[in-house]
């Protein structure tokens, strides 16, 4: 392989560890926020300890993710300077000012409260322990706006001028708010949820099939499939308004996507091929006649360009076209067990004890099923953009380093080793947490009887315990 390859191969390995944790943290931190609002304004003293459990649980969950979304962010940008120092030659003055906001963002916004929301409880008031982790949550959501609205000017780049070979900006209001930027934030707010959301279940499942759970795992299983169940047809809908958006400003990732050679009306969904780049044609195809121009163009005889048209200028079919069968497969299995799994655990008014094993088992194999879909989402989007680094504009051959190419695949090798430990430990550390007996927080009942109803006042969590 050429240096260009393996520098490609070695920025992917990186976005694809790194956006496995910002998928889980940008909802997260919401979520958590909701546990704590539900801890405060619960009556009952067994609701508040439920509630109390399952906020202490998840919130090491989001620091263990949050740190390692943070080191793997560090390492992936330290590669624009060694991997890729032609686009921030030519890019910098629209890339580098986006990049800065989201680092602020993130260390001075989300890292300078989650030491409160971490440590400060029972130190702090609950009003500024609440307030801590809505600036948590939001600091995640504000990180994730400015680097969507980066990729998304790759994407479509829009409100810049070209002057000797570099772009400035115009209108920073076109920049951020370029042509795809408003359906790929909330194509991947959504995707967010619902991995957390199956992140939620099957933990909880896990914990309820392993007897480590008290209080707050059913609680935790119905607020994960509930979520599921309610976004997944949301999502359904944001990502044909995505399509509809790619369809028009990138037509050759739609080609790619659904494996269309010659523009053709009325072309069929592909449900299986092989494409071959080298032949321009697809082998052992199966489709459904009509289908491709009717759910894209939403008319069964609607026009797709195909590949042909742009010829040296469209990204490679095969790793594109079957990672969005991935996406969408692994999509419609998230839909059939979120809305299985809700109907089930309702029919069983939710009690741990009378929970389908079966159901259990499933949702703890599907634990992680957000990050197989988020990170086939992920390589559409970005292998789609080639052979561009600004779509249509810059290609990523032309910003490429000269660095030689056995001291890539050397520096690629260590990358990988390393981040294939750290998924394993990372995994093993949840389950560690999952299967340990879940440690209930007292509440006391003489000061939980002079507190309000609802009332956002000092702790009322057992002192014994802290």
């Known amino acids: 392989m050429d240096a260009l390859v393996l520098a490609r191969m070695q920025f992917a390995a990186n976005i694809t560890f790194h956006i496995l944790f910002p998928t889980i943290t940008i909802a997260l931190g919401w979520l958590l926020l909701f546990f704590r609002w539900r801890y405060l304004k619960s009556q009952e003293p067994q609701d508040r300890q439920a509630w109390l459990n399952a906020y202490r649980f998840w919130t090491k969950v989001f ?173 359904i809908v944001v990502g044909d308004l995505h399509g509809l958006n790619t369809l028009k400003h990138q037509p050759q990732k739609i080609a790619a996507m659904e494996g269309v050679w010659e523009t053709e009306r009325g072309a069929p969904l592909l449900l299986f091929a092989i494409p071959d780049d080298e032949k321009r044609t697809n082998h052992f195809e199966i489709g459904i006649p009509r289908g491709a121009s009717l759910i894209l163009t939403h008319d069964p005889d609607g026009e797709i360009k195909g590949l042909n048209e742009f010829e040296g200028a469209h990204p490679p079919v095969l790793p594109v076209f079957w990672a969005f069968r991935t996406m969408v497969g692994m999509g419609v299995l998230m839909l059939a067990t979120a809305w299985a799994g809700w109907w089930l655990a309702r029919r069983a008014q939710w009690r741990p004890e009378a929970l389908p094993r079966r159901l259990l088992w499933l949702l703890a194999g599907m634990t992680f099923s957000g990050w197989v879909a988020t990170v086939a989402g992920w390589y559409v989007t970005e292998i789609g953009r080639q052979p561009f680094m600004v779509f249509g504009l810059l290609r990523t051959a032309d910003v490429a380093s000269n660095v030689p190419a056995p001291m890539i695949a050397l520096t690629l090798t260590l990358y990988v080793t390393v981040y294939l430990a750290l998924i394993v430990a990372y995994i093993g550390v949840l389950k560690y947490m999952a299967e340990k007996p879940e440690q209930v927080l007292r509440v006391d009942e003489e000061e939980l009887a002079a507190t309000p109803v609802g009332a956002i006042t000092s702790p009322v969590v057992s002192r014994s315990f802290r």
Request: proline share 4%; charged share 10%; net charge neutral.
């Open 63 to 235: 620091a263990l993710s949050f740190a390692l979304g943070v080191v793997s962010g560090v390492t992936m940008s330290f590669q624009f300077g060694t991997n890729w120092p032609g686009f921030m030659e030519r890019a910098g003055n629209v890339a580098g000012p986006l990049l800065g906001y989201e680092v602020l963002t993130a260390f001075f916004l989300e890292a300078g409260f989650l030491g409160i929301m971490l440590f400060g409880h029972g130190k702090v008031s609950e009003r500024v322990h609440l307030l801590a982790s809505f600036f948590v949550a939001f600091g995640t959501t504000l990180s994730a706006f400015w680097i969507l609205a980066l990729n998304s000017w790759l994407q479509t780049p829009a409100g810049h001028e070209i002057i000797d070979d570099e772009f400035h900006v115009r209108s920073w209001l076109e920049v951020v708010f370029n042509p795809s930027f408003p359906y790929r934030f909330a194509h991947m707010l959504l995707a967010s949820a619902l991995t957390c959301a199956f992140l939620m279940a099957g933990l909880s499942a896990w914990q309820i099939l392993r007897g480590a759970s008290s209080l707050a795992a059913p609680r935790t299983l119905r607020v994960g499939l509930t979520l599921a169940a309610l976004l997944i047809p949301l999502q």
